[in-house]
């Protein structure tokens, strides 16, 4: 895999670690997988009452990870739901913000790629999805076999409406595959346009020049960005950080920014607290506090 764009319009970060990565992964397992196995769970878990919307409102509500109940007037959008409490040795270190039983009658899935953590099999089978589940190109075998009633495979820049919807897959700076050497599948972001906002989910990717193409493209008003695991052990570009999570912002031109795939499971060579704290530490520097939304696990917020 190299780190220019396929022909499918992703951009792959490579899977080669770069060098020092077997003292990088000695570090990752002695300070944070071990201490993790160990340690208690934190945050609660919350049964919020989900009152119908009007118009052009949406409630967005972080279940955690890259997980986000997304709402609109009409519709409810998951995006990467996630309740593993553990991945392999990795242990979940926060709770999921909603127990998975207390979701709103959902209407449309969305998987931003087949990583284990944003892929996660046994959530997606216990969700009932009316019109079904969105995923990148060469996921279906992933999520065929998990009883949705419609799988729909989507490729860069390729648009489908769904009630009442306009979903669009956006290019990313990752990688897709589900093992080692499972390369055909694609990656990316969606962007969700509905009552009136456009909402953009980058799902997982490093920094990169398309952030400014997707805002050209699409007026963003609600910009969901990745900030944490950017201390990969394995060296390899596959992540932003705080200060690049916000650069990517302004390319998008979006008018709020919420972070997400820090805190709940621990990826990165970081401290836990790290990324939250750098990130409104450089919104204050850019002057974008007032367009900055830090999300609890399980508290909604509606726009």
Same mark, same amino acid.
Request: net charge neutral; hydrophobic share 35%.
């Given at each position: 895999m190299s780190d220019t764009p396929n022909s499918n319009g992703t951009n792959n970060s490579g899977l &080669?670690?770069? &060098?020092? *990565?077997?003292?990088? +992964?000695?570090?990752?397992?002695?300070?944070? /997988?071990? !201490?993790?196995?160990?340690?208690?769970?934190?945050? +609660?878990q919350f049964r919020p009452e989900f009152h119908p919307l009007n118009g052009e409102s949406v409630r967005i509500t972080w279940i955690g990870h890259a997980g986000f109940l997304i709402q609109f007037e009409s519709m409810n959008v998951l995006v990467d739901p996630n309740w593993a409490m553990w991945h392999g040795i990795v242990k979940r270190s926060r709770l999921p913000g909603i127990p998975i039983d207390? %979701? !709103? !009658?959902? @209407?449309?899935v969305l998987v931003t790629h087949a990583h284990y953590d944003h892929l996660h099999k046994k959530s997606l089978r216990v969700i009932d999805s009316r019109y079904? /589940?969105?995923? #990148?190109s060469g996921?279906? @075998?992933?999520v065929s076999r998990l009883k949705f009633p419609a799988v729909y495979e989507m490729n860069i820049w390729e648009e489908l409406k769904l009630g009442g %919807?306009?979903?669009?897959?956006? #290019?990313?700076?990752? *990688? =897709?595959?589900? +093992? %080692?050497?499972?390369?055909?599948?694609n990656f990316?972001?969606?962007? /969700?346009?509905? =009552?009136? &906002?456009?909402?953009?989910?980058?799902g997982d990717s490093a920094y990169f020049d398309d952030f400014k193409t997707i805002g050209a493209r699409h007026n963003i008003d609600i910009a969901i960005l990745p900030i944490g695991a950017y201390e990969a052990p394995s060296g390899r570009d596959v992540h932003m950080n705080p200060?690049? $999570?916000?650069? $990517?912002?302004? @390319?998008?031109? =979006?008018?709020?920014?919420? !972070?997400m795939h820090y805190g709940s499971f621990p990826l990165g060579n970081e401290s836990p607290l790290e990324p939250v704290q750098r990130l409104?530490?450089?919104?204050?520097?850019?002057?974008?506090? @007032?367009?900055?939304?830090?999300?609890?696990?399980?508290? #909604?917020?509606t726009f």
């Open positions: &080669k670690p770069t &060098k020092g *990565w077997p003292q990088r +992964n000695y570090r990752f397992l002695r300070d944070q /997988i071990v !201490p993790g196995i160990f340690k208690r769970r934190e945050g +609660n207390h %979701l !709103p !009658p959902i @209407d449309l079904g /589940i969105i995923v #990148p996921l279906r @075998d992933l %919807l306009t979903i669009t897959h956006t #290019p990313s700076h990752h *990688w =897709g595959a589900r +093992n %080692l050497h499972d390369t055909h599948r990316g972001g969606f962007l /969700i346009h509905g =009552g009136g &906002k456009d909402i953009f989910h980058c200060e690049e $999570a916000l650069q $990517a912002f302004e @390319d998008l031109g =979006g008018e709020v920014m919420i !972070p409104s530490a450089e919104a204050h520097h850019r002057g974008l506090t @007032d367009k900055l939304v830090v999300l609890d696990e399980g508290s #909604p917020v």
